[in-house]
């Protein structure tokens, strides 16, 4: 029903930026967030960052005062803002999404390589 496609990730050197965004398409019900994950070789899927549908937001520790997610709730669009970006950001970004009564969806990922 629904699709969410995430775009914006390539290839940066450190200290730069990159900014993704994701799009929210199909039947949509009432969504209650949206965020940010990602996953990098060998490791664990991890929060990046998460905005309720009011606007209230989270991030991981390694992403304070760095990364920004943001919104558009009219356009069902979120996005990633990444400055000062580290060789250790390297990861698949992905996309999710949080609807009442619904079981989380996930975008197919885009990929982010910090080159040092």
């Known amino acids: 029903q629904v699709q969410l496609v995430e775009s914006g990730g390539g290839l940066v050197q450190a200290g730069g930026s990159l900014r993704l965004s994701c799009a929210a398409s199909g039947s949509i019900g009432r969504i209650l967030a949206m965020g940010w994950y990602r996953q990098a070789p060998g490791k664990e899927r991890e929060l990046v960052a998460r905005i309720t549908n009011g606007g209230s937001t989270n991030y991981a520790d390694s992403v304070k005062g760095r990364f920004t997610i943001s919104r558009d709730n009219a356009k069902n669009m979120v996005y990633l803002q990444m400055n000062s970006l580290k060789p250790e950001d390297t990861a698949i970004y992905y996309c999710?999404?949080?609807?009442?009564?619904?079981?989380?969806?996930w975008g197919q990922g885009t990929q982010v390589t910090v080159s040092s």
């Open positions: 999710s999404l949080d609807q009442i009564l619904r079981s989380r969806l």
